[in-house]
């Protein structure tokens, strides 16, 4: 019912940028929250960075003051900005959305296929 779709991804060298875009389509009648998660490789999936229907962020640790998610509510798409990135932010990155696709039904959750991001020189 709902379909999410990232892009952006690629290969760049440490201190270099990339902007991941999520675009949600479907039967969609509100998305509370959209995120960024990701997974290298040998380890488990890690949430990046959170952003609720209202704007409010939430980074971790590691990619604060790097990375900026931010939002655009018409296109249902969520962005993540990615600046001065590190050989340790190489990693599959997954979309998350939680939407309500009707009034009457609760939010599920929904992810995208990923898309890898290497950094390395």
């Known amino acids: 019912q709902v379909q999410l779709v990232e892009s952006g991804g690629g290969v760049v060298q440490p201190g270099g940028s990339l902007r991941l875009s999520c675009a949600a389509s479907g039967s969609i009648f509100s998305i509370n929250l959209m995120a960024w998660y990701r997974q290298a490789p040998g380890k488990e999936r890690e949430l990046v960075a959170s952003i609720t229907g209202g704007g409010t962020t939430n980074y971790v640790d590691p990619v604060k003051g790097r990375f900026t998610i931010s939002k655009d509510n018409i296109k249902n798409t969520v962005y993540l900005q990615m600046n001065s990135l590190k050989p340790e932010d190489t990693a599959v990155y997954y979309c998350?959305?939680?939407?309500?696709?009707?009034?009457?039904?609760?939010?599920?959750?929904?992810w995208g296929e990923g898309i890898l991001v290497t950094v390395s020189t």
């Open positions: 998350y959305a939680s939407v309500r696709t009707s009034p009457s039904i609760v939010s599920r959750n929904y």
